[in-house]
């Protein structure tokens, strides 16, 4: 799914945690709002300087492996390198998936890496906190003003309670460098060719389906293979059917997924391959492969996040615009899966925190934010080199819908957030609804189970203290 000692955008990601609309308020060193259930990190307040930290080689663990991100992370490790010339970052790239896999027995292992990138939430985030893994990371959040940087919203998606049972509150484990959104990629070349335009509204993106069906192209580009690729199309579905439910759902709040929202959302995408919308056989084609596909002309659409636009730019110049999932009327405001990239944390056995926390604020510092733009990927908060972006290219595109979701709070966390098994019940139940194998009912029925058992765990151990 913002931060950095930057001036802040004009518009800024609201109510993603909580559903609050509050901005970053000005705090002291290791001052989070939580302070009455959180001891300090021992940090001090001076800024910490890795030049006296003497020879230090800094393991890094991380997910960028697409066009863009990999570049702009490649160029800032030199860069931190050349300003610091007794650190060297030793880099290790793996895609999400594998990096999901082995993440926590890396951290758990004799020679754990000092920085990782977690993914939010319960499966993940959480898990690695109650395990004892992660450093919080409030008093270097004051130090570096990232307090002031990020919009609290932001933060508080990478907030642990104290007690390890609640993402959203708590001590602070991890910043996010990128902000993400799920949106449609469309080829202009083949809409035109169908006599299409970019749609303005989600009936007129869904008309537009079964006319490029019709003209003999390929409504909508997509591979699952990998699973999670179908989260995020869910995520536009569901959430357009309700962002503020969606939304206190992910944070244990609302009315759960045994829903008529979940069940519309999953009979649409069940409809959308029986008309053949989606490539046949979506389950076993790779989300790279996919994109490829698209790339090379095959779809006229490809819903997918912010983080593939480097990449499709490169191989497809022109051709190639970006847009948030349209709204419901004209001029209306979109909702979509979305909020910052992966957090950045420090591994708790880290012998080198002072180091990592440095290397933390240059990788989301406003010239980080440039280097990110000029490399086609989006920052948190945008900076000078995103608003210089022409509102006619996909750059430009890609920058003017963020700032739309964000005024508009009409961004939905992911929902594989929700519970600590939740990524591989919503994933697993998509690839059978997909394969016509799992009912909407059934498959509303699914994650209710999953998402029930978790909240009736949770409130026995509350009241069990």
Known sequence: MGRRRRERSRALPAALAAGVLVLAAACVPGTDGSAADRPGTGVGTAVPDPAKAGKVTLTVWDQEVQGGQNDELEQLNREFQRKYPKVTVKRVARGFTDLKATLKLALSGNNPPDVVQANQG?????????????????????????????????????????DGRRFGTGRLYGISQTGEYIGLYYNKDVLTKAGLRPPTTWEEFTDGLARLKAAGELPVQFGNLDKYPAIHTFGVLHGRLGADRARATVFGRGDG??????????????????????????????????????????????????????????????????MPPPPTTVGGASVTTGGQG???????????REVAAAYLDFLTSPHAADVMTRHGVLPVVPGPAARRAGPGTVDGQLVAGWERLSAADGLVPYLDYATPTFYD???????????????????????????GAFLRERRTRAAGR
């Open 122 to 162: 319960y499966p993940d985030m959480v898990a690695f906190v109650r395990a004892g893994l992660l450093a919080p990371l409030d008093d270097y959040a004051g130090i570096y003003e990232w307090n002031t940087r990020y919009p609290t919203a932001l933060l508080n998606l990478n907030r642990v309670s104290a």
């Open 257 to 322: 997924f045994d829903t008529a929202a979940t069940r519309e959302a999953a009979a649409t995408l069940a409809h959308w391959v029986d008309r053949g919308y989606l490539p046949a056989g979506a389950n076993g084609l790779g989300y790279d492969d996919a994109a490829k596909k698209f790339a090379a002309g095959s779809g006229g659409y490809l819903i997918t996040g912010t983080w593939q636009l480097a990449e499709l730019k490169r191989a497809m110049g022109d051709r190639l615009g970006f």
């Open 342 to 352: 992966l957090a950045w944390s420090i591994a708790a056995r880290s012998r080198h």
């Open 425 to 451: 019940t919503l994933s697993e139940s998509l690839q059978g609804v997909l394969a016509g194998n799992l009912s909407p009912r059934r498959f509303a029925a699914t994650l209710q189970r999953d998402y």
